[in-house]
């Protein structure tokens, strides 16, 4: 009678050969999402323009919709003086924030950072962002995350500069709102 171990890696080299053909395929979709996509240079003023809940203007530049990239997100934002981006946490998602002008103050967690142009922030899931410009200049910042459906979350939460101009609010469905919720993971809190 074979022993428990023999049965137990024979069974693991059988699922091994199983799952063969699917790590295949796997690695398959991958080299085929990245290579459909093309090149792309995308200057300052190009990307979808997005106004948000609190009148902050965004462009989503790098993503699925605006360049057909599989695994990134990045958009810009130009922060006029006195203005914030309110405090908040990506319950999934780490974050890259890009100091392209000007100089902002950084809140993380409880502790601020002034950063100058130049200046990167590295934001682990789980913790306190706030962003503010406290010069008398304008500031603009990148951010960066690893998730190409972060993208959806700013086509959801900011409006098309048409429909804000009109003051209307977009259309939304049930299946929007999951969506929303997925593409999201953020969390808001008063600071």
């Known amino acids: 009678m074979p022993s428990l171990q023999h049965l137990l890696a024979s069974a693991l080299i059988v699922v091994s050969a199983a ?3 699917v ?3 796997t690695a ?3 080299a085929d999402l990245h290579t459909a996509a093309l090149p ?3 200057l300052p003023d190009e990307g979808e323009r997005r106004i948000l809940p609190d009148g ?3 462009r989503l530049k790098v993503g699925p919709s605006a360049t057909g990239a599989g695994y990134l997100f990045l ?3 130009e922060l006029p003086p006195g203005s914030r981006v309110p405090r908040h946490r990506h319950e999934l998602d780490e974050e890259v924030l890009i100091v392209q002008q000007g100089e902002v103050t950084f809140f993380l967690d409880d502790s601020a950072h002034v950063a100058p142009a130049g200046s990167v922030v590295y934001l682990p899931p789980r913790h306190w962002i706030m962003v503010e410009n406290r010069a008398s200049v304008p500031a603009r910042i990148m951010f960066v995350f ?5 993208e959806r979350c700013f086509q959801f939460i900011g409006r098309s500069v048409a429909d804000s101009v009109a003051g209307r609010a977009p259309a939304r ?3 929007d709102a999951s969506e929303e919720r997925h593409s999201c993971q953020m969390t808001y809190r008063a600071p």
Do not use: D, M
């Not at 690893?146 to 972060?150: K, L, N």
């Open 28 to 30: 398959q979709v991958t």
């Open 75 to 77: 958009g810009a934002e």
């Open 19 to 21: 799952l063969l053909p």
């Open 40 to 42: 792309k240079v995308v």
């Open 146 to 150: 690893p998730r190409g459906a972060v």
């Open 56 to 58: 902050r203007a965004i």
């Open 173 to 175: 469905t049930s299946a």
């Open 23 to 25: 790590a295949g395929a």
